[in-house]
């Protein structure tokens, strides 16, 4: 679903900051002042917003695999995030996966049906710089682990 409303994405980023308060009194120390020196919300700037919802009661599929996997609903959406993340990309269009906020209050904010559960909230633009190393490495934030080789 499309966020256009300019007063929906003005309470989605009041929401954003609330959670984002609420984050960073979880911190001390160094890692409190680290984690309010990241950038974590293109929320300002993106033209684009995308609330990613997943209707859990849907007959799409006539139940298939509902039974044995009922998370495989919630899985597809994620992998079409990663794909719509992915083409976006290739075109030289940044995608920012919001993941702090109350999802409940967000699809409220959209007016999203009851049934859907909201999976993604995405940002999308031109980024302003590119890199090829992930940001929270960058900042210090995680530190790169070597892959455990799952194959021997």
């Known amino acids: ?11 989605i980023r009041e929401n954003f900051l609330t959670c984002n308060k609420a984050a960073l009194d979880s911190y001390e120390g160094d890692r409190s002042r680290l984690y309010a020196s ?11 917003h995308i609330a990613v919802f997943c209707d859990m009661e849907t007959t799409v599929g006539h139940g298939l695999g509902q039974k044995s996997m009922p998370e495989m609903r919630e899985y597809s959406v994620v992998i079409a995030c990663h794909t719509l993340w992915l083409a976006s990309r290739a075109h030289g269009v940044g995608v920012g996966w919001v993941s702090i906020l109350n999802a ?9 049906p ?39």
Do not use: F
């Not at 679903?1 to 309470?11: E, F, G, K, W």
């Not at 409940?104 to 999203?112: C, F, P, Q, T, Y």
């Not at 633009?125 to 890199?131: A, I, S, V």
């Open 1 to 11: 679903m499309r966020v256009q409303d300019p007063t929906r994405r003005v309470l």
């Open 38 to 48: 990241l950038k974590l919300s293109g929320l300002d700037t993106a033209p684009e």
């Open 104 to 112: 409940e209050k967000i699809s409220r904010i959209v007016a999203a």
């Open 114 to 152: 009851s049934a859907w559960k909201l999976i993604a909230y995405l940002c999308l633009g031109y980024p302003e710089e590119q890199h090829l190393d992930p940001e929270l490495e960058r900042h210090g934030w995680e530190q790169y682990r070597q892959p455990e080789v799952l194959l021997r």
